[in-house]
């Protein structure tokens, strides 16, 4: 069984930083990629991050130059440091793992981490 933990939120004023951590545990073989995702009140899902095994990374274009993603293979953990944060981006983040075990490939999700921007 794999399990995505995720922790880091909380309440920032604008223009302020949080760093959010999901690590994975379980029968874990390989990782790749890892993502996070947000969700506003009202709004679908959207990804924000993706690193993929090689360090490859993607951004939203809404948080490109303020957020970073990074991974620690050893620890099989994702990071997404957030800086410059503003009201929109209040959300529950999520983070995301293709995961393989002793069973094919599969997407695990974490139980998402309230983020909340006070202007």
């Known amino acids: 069984q794999v399990h995505l933990v995720e922790s880091g939120g909380g309440l920032v004023q604008a223009g302020g930083s949080l760093r959010l951590s999901c690590a994975a545990s379980g029968d874990i073989f390989s990782i790749n990629p890892m993502a996070w995702y947000r969700q506003a009140p009202g709004k679908q899902r959207e990804q924000v991050a993706v690193?993929?095994?090689?360090?490859?990374?993607n951004y939203a274009d809404s948080v490109k130059g303020r957020f970073t993603i990074s991974r620690d293979d050893a620890k099989n953990t994702v990071y997404l440091q957030m800086n410059s944060l503003k009201p929109g981006d209040t959300a529950i983040y999520y983070c995301?793992?293709?995961?393989?075990?002793?069973?094919?490939?599969?997407?695990?999700w974490g139980q998402g981490t309230q983020v909340t921007v006070s202007s």
């Open positions: 995301s793992a293709d995961i393989r075990t002793s069973v094919p490939w599969r997407r695990y």
């Open positions: 690193i993929t095994s090689d360090g490859t990374t």
